[in-house]
């Protein structure tokens, strides 16, 4: 029987995050796609995420989560520390959103009110992937499908989740499970605080940083991304 790993994806994104992974993985692993349930609430959010992952009887999960995914599973894993396994954040760090970056959000919001909600140009798009991955037609197709897809709607309830996050690090230092984070090091949509605070304090927590400013890891560097979660199913 193959082992099974639980992805949650980031803000605006859906199974079709993890379509360059799973060709690599699949063959190994059992991947498992749960959508962010639709509420801003995160403790709503990590109970309805234990009834999906629980109904078949499993006793333990591997949790894989992308950007605000790996908020996510990060907050389950404390709230339900005796029923994961291993945690991989991928693009993601266990802090809180700043006040500065809080309004910078909600101003998004004043413009979706004035203009609707219009999804990502090509141009947005490709200011979000690496110098030689902008001319990836299908990258950036799949980038603006997920996002254009997911709806407004979606939109508001994901963005709004993230004026709530509280600060999980000390919590995640205390766990006794494999926990890994996967970024790029000049990812600008990493918090620096929470980052700094990883790199600079005493854990048994395993940083792993690639060169480059790749959010979308998932999708701009599969290769390396399936390596790094042999490597963490290992561990």
């Avoid at 954040?89 to 809080?102: L, N, R």
């Avoid at 400013?213 to 560097?221: C, K």
Wanted: charge should be negative; proline fraction near 4%.
């Amino acid at each position: 029987m193959k082992e099974k790993i639980y992805l949650i994806p980031g803000l605006m994104t859906d199974e079709r995050l993890w379509s360059r992974i799973k060709p690599l993985l699949q063959n190994d692993y059992e991947l498992i796609h749960i959508p962010i349930p639709h509420t801003e609430d995160f403790d709503e959010i990590i109970d309805i995420l234990f009834k999906q992952f629980f109904d078949e009887s499993e006793e333990k999960v591997n949790l894989l989560g992308f950007s605000l995914g790996g908020y996510i599973a990060s907050y389950f894993a404390i709230t339900y520390p005796n029923r994961v396994n291993r945690l991989l954040m991928v693009a993601a760090t266990p802090g809180s959103s700043s006040e500065a970056e809080i309004e910078r959000r909600k101003e998004k919001f004043t413009v979706i009110e004035k203009e609707g909600f219009t999804g990502l140009t090509q141009d947005k798009a490709k200011s979000l992937v690496e110098k030689q991955n902008k001319n990836d037609k299908e990258l950036i197709k799949i980038i603006q499908d997920m996002f254009i897809d997911l709806g407004k709607e979606r939109f508001i309830s994901q963005l709004t989740s993230t004026f709530y996050r509280k600060d999980l690090y000390e919590d995640l230092v205390n766990l006794d499970i494999p926990i890994w984070f996967y970024y790029s090091s000049n990812d600008r949509l990493l918090s620096p605080h929470a980052l700094d605070r990883l790199l600079n304090n005493e854990h048994n927590m395993k940083l792993i940083s690639r060169n480059g400013t790749s959010h979308n890891i998932p999708l701009e560097v599969p290769e390396l991304l399936s390596d790094v979660i042999k490597d963490w199913i290992k561990s």
